[in-house]
Each structure stands twice: as structure tokens, then as C-alpha cells.
Antibody, heavy 118, light 110 residues
Framework: QVQLQESGPGLVKPSETLSLTCTVSGGSVSSGSFYWSWIRQPPGRGLEWIGCIYYSGSTNYNPSLKSRVTISIDTSKNQFSLKVSSVTAADTAVYYC??????????WGQGTLVTVSS | QSALTQPPSASGSPGQSVTVSCTGTSSDVGGYNYVSWYQQHPGKVPKLMIYEVTKRPSGVPDRFSGSKSGNTASLTVSGLQAEDEADYYCVSFAGSNTMVFGGGTKLTVL
């Protein structure tokens, strides 16, 4: 059974960069045909797809966030990561990592709340 | 890339059937058979209920079914039970390896 766990700071200052890591256990991030995604949910609101990374390292992003988002993968640590730059209060959300397929999210992390505030 | 359109709310009595719609465009829902549905109880992690329009993962009751016609996908819950009360989200492949979510529907069991 694949398990995912998000980690990273719960508080980020406005204009700074939000950084989160997702550690995968019970499976390998470098397995062929697997896509690893980040999804967020502002408090009391719906889900938003942020982007995904293929096991090879190629990435795809939500067009509305593309200019501020970077997703990377570290196969040696079986992790993938998210960076969102120039954050504002609108980036306050529960951030989920999910995988391992392109067209569906079968496994989810527990989610981590990131608050943007000075 | 605009969010898919879902009704904000839906409701039904125990034992009844309820259908939740998810409307997109020919660039997402209508263009691919990659629509999935997620159930989210308050404070919990979303759970995959339906994928590739009609397929059910192992362990999901067959009371949950999916379909699609044109640019609109639907999730039907038959034989409503109290534990089905939750938020439901659709998501579709939107080309170029991108995905787009619906705004979510709050299902109430009366």
C-alpha cells in the first residue's frame, strides 16, 4: 500500500516562498508511468490542482499558478517537492500530495495546512 | 482552464437515488474519458470513488456509479445512506497533462 506524507513549514510570510515535500513509502516515485501531484484546498473551499511531475522529471502546471510554481523530484530520497513563490494570503490552504496516476488520484497524503501571514 | 461546474448542493432521503452533475467543455470532460469523482467528509482526506468515468476502485460500494454524456459527467448514488453525506468533487483531464476540478457539491441526506 502506497503512503504519502507531506512535510514543511506551517507558516510562511507574504512575498516569501512556500516549500513542501512529500515522502512516498510502499512504492517508488521512479516507477514507470507514475505521476505525482500537488493539490490544495483553501479553508472552506474546493480543491484545486496545482501540478504534477512524471517519474522522469517532466512537469505540468495549472496555468493559473504556472508562473509561481515549481515541482521537483528526488528519486534518491523517494520524495517530490513543491515550491510556490511570492505567496499571498490567497495561498493559505491545506496542501495535499497525491498519486500515482495522471488521470486519477488514488493515494493522498494527510494534508498539511500552510498559512500565509506576517 | 476554467473550473468544472457542479451544483453547490444536492439532497435526498435515505434509500433514494441522487445524481450530481459535472459540466465542462470539449477540452476537458467532453474530450476525454478521464473523469474521476472524490468523496470528502469534513476534515478528512478526499477518497477516490469513480475513475475513468465509470470505473469503481476496489472497496467502493456499487451504489456509486458514474456516467458521461457530451460535456457533462454525472455521479449517481443509489440507496442513499447517512454515511454518504459529504462533499463530492469531480476532476477531469484537460489536455497537456493538466487536470481541472469542479467546485464541489455538498450532498445532504435528509
Amino acid at each position: 500500500q502506497v503512503q504519502l506524507q507531506e512535510s514543511g513549514p506551517g507558516l510562511v510570510k507574504p512575498s516569501e516562498t512556500l516549500s513542501l515535500t512529500c515522502t512516498v513509502s510502499g512504492g517508488s516515485v521512479s516507477s514507470g508511468s507514475f505521476y505525482w501531484s500537488w493539490i490544495r484546498q483553501p479553508p472552506g473551499r474546493g480543491l484545486e490542482w496545482i501540478g504534477c511531475i512524471y517519474y522522469s522529471g517532466s512537469t505540468n502546471y495549472n496555468p493559473s499558478l504556472k508562473s509561481r510554481v515549481t515541482i521537483s523530484i528526488d528519486t534518491s530520497k523517494n520524495q517530490f517537492s513543491l515550491k510556490v513563490s511570492s505567496v499571498t494570503a490567497a495561498d493559505t490552504a491545506v496542501y495535499y500530495c497525491a498519486g500515482p496516476y495522471r488521470s486519477r488520484f488514488e493515494y493522498w497524503g494527510q494534508g498539511t495546512l500552510v498559512t500565509v501571514s506576517s | 482552464q476554467s473550473a468544472l461546474t457542479q451544483p453547490p448542493s444536492a439532497s435526498g432521503s435515505p434509500g433514494q437515488s441522487v445524481t450530481v452533475s459535472c459540466t465542462g467543455t470539449s477540452s476537458d470532460v467532453g474530450g476525454y474519458n478521464y473523469v474521476s469523482w472524490y468523496q470528502q467528509h469534513p476534515g478528512k482526506v478526499p477518497k477516490l470513488m469513480i475513475y475513468e468515468v465509470t470505473k469503481r476502485p476496489s472497496g467502493v460500494p456499487d451504489r456509486f456509479s458514474g456516467s458521461k454524456s457530451g460535456n457533462t459527467a454525472s455521479l449517481t448514488v443509489s440507496g442513499l445512506q447517512a454515511e454518504d453525506e459529504a462533499d463530492y468533487y469531480c476532476v477531469s483531464f484537460a489536455g497537456s497533462n493538466t487536470m481541472v476540478f469542479g467546485g464541489g457539491t455538498k450532498l445532504t441526506v435528509l
